[in-house]
């Protein structure tokens, strides 16, 4: 889940949904995340979701300091 409801009809997102919105990691790095977590056979804990979440966001920084630097 990408964000929640607050009840008055609103969306608001959640600070993981936002930071894949804001570093561009696809709408589809929080469904592999949502799909690691929940599945039945080799599920990922929360601190392997957090080191790869985490490292992919630094993936996208360091790539996104490249094109600015050339």
Same mark, same amino acid.
């Given at each position: 889940?990408?964000?929640?409801? @607050?009840?008055?009809?609103? =969306? $608001?997102?959640?600070?993981?949904? *936002?930071?894949?919105?804001?570093? !561009? /990691?696809?709408? &589809?790095?929080?469904?592999?995340?949502?799909?690691?977590? @929940?599945?039945?056979?080799? =599920? $990922?804990?929360?601190?392997?979701? *957090?080191?790869?979440?985490?490292? !992919? /966001?630094?993936? &996208?920084?360091?790539?996104?300091?490249?094109?600015?630097?050339?």
């Amino acid at each position: 889940m990408v964000s929640s409801g @607050t009840g008055d009809g609103s =969306r $608001r997102r959640t600070k993981v949904a *936002a930071l894949i919105h804001e570093y !561009e /990691l696809g709408e &589809s790095f929080g469904e592999r995340l949502e799909t690691l977590w @929940t599945q039945t056979e080799n =599920r $990922r804990s929360l601190r392997e979701l *957090a080191d790869l979440f985490n490292k !992919e /966001l630094l993936a &996208s920084t360091l790539v996104s300091a490249r094109r600015i630097d050339r």
